[in-house]
C-alpha cells in the first residue's frame, strides 16, 4: 500500500521560492503517474503538474504555472518534488500530491494530506 507524505509548505513572500517534497513509502514511485494537484478556498481543485514515469522528459504543467514551477524525481530516495518559483499570491492554496498505480489487475489511486502554500507579504 502506497502512501504518500508532502512536506514543504509555508509562508512565502512574493517572487520567492518553495521546494515541495512527496515522499512515498510502501511502493516505488518510478512506476506510478505523479502529479502535483492545489486547492484554495472557494475554488476548484486543479492540476498543477503531472510526470508519467521515471523516465519522462516531458512533464505537464499547468498554464499558469508553466515556466515558473518544476516537477522532478528523485528515484534513490522515492521521491517526487515541486519547485516552485517566482511565486504569486494566487499561488496560495493546499498542494497535494497525487499517485497512480496499476496493480493485481486494477487503477490504484492515492492522496497525500497536502502541504499549505501561502504566499503573502
Known amino acids: 500500500q502506497l502512501q504518500l507524505v508532502e512536506s514543504g509548505g509555508g509562508l512565502v513572500q512574493p517572487g520567492g521560492s518553495l521546494r515541495l517534497s512527496c515522499v512515498g513509502s510502501?511502493?516505488?514511485?518510478?512506476?506510478?503517474?505523479i502529479s502535483w494537484f492545489r486547492q484554495a478556498p472557494g475554488q476548484d481543485r486543479e492540476a498543477v503538474s503531472c510526470?508519467?514515469?521515471?523516465?519522462?522528459?516531458?512533464?505537464n504543467y499547468a498554464d499558469s504555472v508553466k515556466g515558473r514551477f518544476t516537477i522532478s524525481r528523485d528515484i534513490a530516495k522515492n521521491t517526487v518534488f515541486l519547485d516552485m518559483n517566482k511565486l504569486k499570491p494566487e499561488d496560495s492554496a493546499v498542494y497535494l500530491c497525487?499517485?497512480?498505480?496499476?496493480?493485481?489487475?486494477?487503477?490504484?489511486?492515492?492522496w497525500g494530506r497536502g502541504t499549505q502554500v501561502t504566499v503573502s507579504a
Open positions: 497525487y499517485a497512480e498505480r496499476y496493480a493485481d489487475g486494477g487503477k490504484n489511486m492515492y
Open positions: 510526470i508519467s514515469s521515471s523516465t519522462d522528459q516531458r512533464p
Open positions: 510502501g511502493a516505488p514511485l518510478e512506476d506510478a503517474i
